[in-house]
C-alpha cells in the first residue's frame, strides 16, 4: 500500500496551495482518508479527515481556510489550502485507514513565507 503526496512548496502567506495524495495498494473508497501536518519541533496534528460519504472534518485552525475533498473512482485526496499564513509551515501527510491501521503517505512540504 502506498500514499504519495505532491503539491507542495513554497508560497507567500495570504497565498493558496492545492495538495494531492494518491493511494494504490488498497481500494480506501469505503474508508476514511485525511491530511495530517507537522511543523519543525511540534508534534504532528491532524488537519482534516473525509468519510467514504464525504463527511469531513477540520480542525479549528483551519476551518473557513482549507477543504478537503476526495474522488473515491480514482483513490485520492485532495488538501485546499486558502490564505496560508506562516504557522501553516510544515510536511503535510496523506493518510487513508483500513481496519484497525492507518497508512501514511511520505509527505510533502509546504512553506509559506512572510
Known amino acids: 500500500v502506498q500514499l504519495v503526496e505532491s503539491g507542495g512548496g513554497l508560497v507567500q502567506a495570504g497565498g493558496s496551495l492545492r495538495l494531492s495524495c494518491v493511494a494504490s495498494?488498497?481500494?480506501?473508497?469505503?474508508?476514511?482518508m485525511g491530511w495530517y501536518r507537522q511543523a519543525p519541533g511540534k508534534p504532528r496534528e491532524l488537519v482534516a479527515t473525509?468519510?467514504?460519504?464525504?463527511?469531513?472534518n477540520y480542525a479549528d485552525f483551519v476551518k473557513g481556510r482549507f477543504t478537503i475533498s476526495r474522488v473515491n473512482a480514482k483513490n485520492t485526496v485532495d488538501l485546499q489550502m486558502h490564505s496560508l499564513n506562516v504557522e501553516d509551515t510544515g510536511a503535510y501527510y496523506c493518510?487513508?485507514?483500513?481496519?484497525?491501521?492507518?497508512?501514511w503517505g511520505q509527505g510533502t512540504q509546504v512553506t509559506v513565507s512572510s
Open positions: 493518510t487513508g485507514d483500513k481496519g484497525w491501521r492507518t497508512y
Open positions: 473525509i468519510g467514504s460519504g464525504g463527511t469531513t
Open positions: 495498494g488498497a481500494d480506501f473508497s469505503r474508508n476514511a
